[in-house]
């Protein structure tokens, strides 16, 4: 009589079951809610996001000494001062989204690497390239959108000189245990004017100029921009810590 009823029990929790994945309801989750962010409206940042430059000041920028940032301002953009150097970020940053407009020279004077170079440095060690790569033929693995000597973008999406263009940057830092080794590589996705050039693409370490990426331990660190000695313009520049 006991196996009897033990067999009912079986039977009834197995109809329940079966009885419950054709219930929609089943499957619904309630909690935890996603939190609201009001999305960019009129060329401004979501809610969530913190403002690095809005065109009025450097407040949130300092030279790599830490002193004073001394790029120009002028018509709600900075622009590299040739040898005042690179400038970083006030705060340290990990996982982000980041948000970043900028502009090589209107009048071209070079070519190659010496056309609009500058570049946008997460953790002030891994570079997304900005270089003027309309008509204007480099190394692949380093013209405008590439991971600096790491992976070529998936197309060209640059503009002609002189007018804007945007990175939206998805930034997942590398991590490292207590016995500062690897455990986990940093990654990079990349839209360029709107365009997928980057897609989830491992950062192999540090990118170098010369020789091979370096993985030395390190937590949050800065963004820096950089002063390649090309008057390349920023604006509208923002992060969301992810």
């Known amino acids: 009589m006991k196996n009897i009823i033990m067999l009912i029990c079986v039977n009834l929790l197995l109809l329940s079951d079966i009885s419950s994945q054709k219930e929609p309801k089943a499957t619904e989750v309630w909690i935890p809610e996603a939190r609201v962010v009001t999305p960019a409206k009129n060329n401004t940042p979501p809610s969530d996001a913190i ?6 000041n450097l407040e949130e920028w300092s030279s790599m000494g830490d002193a004073k940032a001394e790029w120009e301002i002028a018509d709600n953009c900075m622009t590299v001062l040739k040898g005042k150097g690179n400038i970083k970020t006030k705060r340290d940053f990990g996982d982000i989204q980041l948000h970043i407009e900028w502009r090589s ?19 002030q060690r891994y570079e997304v390239q900005i270089l003027d790569n309309y008509n204007n033929k480099t190394y692949s693995n380093g013209q405008a959108g590439s991971v600096y000597k790491q992976h070529i973008p998936l197309v060209n999406a640059c503009k002609k000189p002189g007018e804007w263009q945007t990175y939206d940057i998805i930034f997942m830092a590398p991590k490292f245990n207590k016995d500062n080794i690897k455990i986990r ?3 990079l996705t990349v839209l360029h004017n709107g365009v997928l050039v980057q897609n989830h693409v491992e950062v192999k370490g540090t990118t170098e100029n010369v020789g091979q990426p370096k993985n030395i331990a390190h937590g949050k660190a800065p963004i820096m921009l950089q002063d390649h000695s090309n008057p390349v313009s920023y604006r509208n520049i923002w992060v969301r810590e992810l």
């Open 51 to 56: 403002v690095l430059f809005d065109g009025k």
């Open 185 to 187: 590589s940093g990654s």
């Open 105 to 123: 020279p209107a009048i071209v004077k070079e070519d190659g690497q010496d056309r609009g170079n500058s570049g946008v440095f997460f953790q």
